[in-house]
Each structure stands twice: as C-alpha cells, then as structure tokens.
C-alpha cells in the first residue's frame, strides 16, 4: 500500500493517533502463560505478546486484530503442540479469539470460522493415541460449552458458520 506524505502530516491524522494511543495495555495475567510458551522462540513470543496486547487495545481494530490472530495461530500453533500444558494453552488461545464475539455479524463470522479452523488443524496434527483423542475431545468440550454458555446471537452466528 502506498502512502501519501501529506496524510502522514494530516494535523486530524495525527490527533486521532495521540488519543488512541495508549501507553499500558492491561492483560489478563492468565495470557502470559501462552506468551510464555513461546519462550525458546523469542521472535514468535514477541509477535504473540503483542497481538495479545492488541486483543485487549482499548480502540482495536477487531478486523486486523482477528486476521492477525488466524494468521499467527494458524502458522505458530504446532509449536505448542509438544508442550506438557498443551489442553490449557489451546483453551486460553480460543479464549482469546472467542472474546471477539460481538454484535457484529461479520467479525463474528470470523470468530467462528477461525475457530473451526484451528480445530480442525487440532485434529488433523494431533496423534490417533487414546490420549490425544482424549485431549480434542476436552478442548471440544470447553469451547462447545462457551458457546452454549454465550448469548443467542453468539450462539446462532457459530452454528450458522
């Protein structure tokens, strides 16, 4: 995308940029241990702790945000695979997305096809052992209940997608 100097000077530009901008974003602390499950990938770890930030920005940007989430996810997410605490950083990583539910029917179509989509590379990635086995059907069962858990609309717009 090609930038025009003088938007970039835009006196409005520049004053929306100071208002939004925020200098501590607050996460929940249960988030640090998925920033931290990244910790022998310090590339992906900082990339990680910044879309969690940006997850919890105050003026985000719910569509860039999403995208940004599937493709980090979506490319990263076999790096947690290995990890003793697999169960619970999967369930913190659809937390995170499914917090994006919202009265918004497109982003919520987002929310829910990315959902599926993670699920989905879960079960083709994950072993046939009784275990594994054991482990998607938790982690479906959790989100499952979120879901039914959540608002009509929510509920509808998942089902739908």
Known sequence: MAYNKDFLNSQAFLANVKITSVDDIQIDKKYYALIDAYFSYPSLQKQIEHLIKESFHPY???????????????????????????????????????????????????????????????????????????????????????ILESDDHTLGTFTEN
């Open 60 to 146: 985000r940007n719910d569509q860039i945000v999403l995208e940004e989430l599937k493709n980090f996810f979506l490319n990263n997410l076999s790096f947690l695979y290995n990890n003793n605490n697999f169960e619970n950083l999967i369930n913190l990583v659809f937390e995170l997305i499914f917090n994006f539910y919202d009265k918004d029917t497109k982003i919520n179509i987002k929310v829910s096809e990315l959902l599926v989509a993670l699920l989905y590379q879960i079960l083709e990635r994950k072993s046939n052992s009784s275990n594994d086995k054991r482990i998607f059907i938790k982690i479906l069962i959790n989100l499952l209940n979120k």
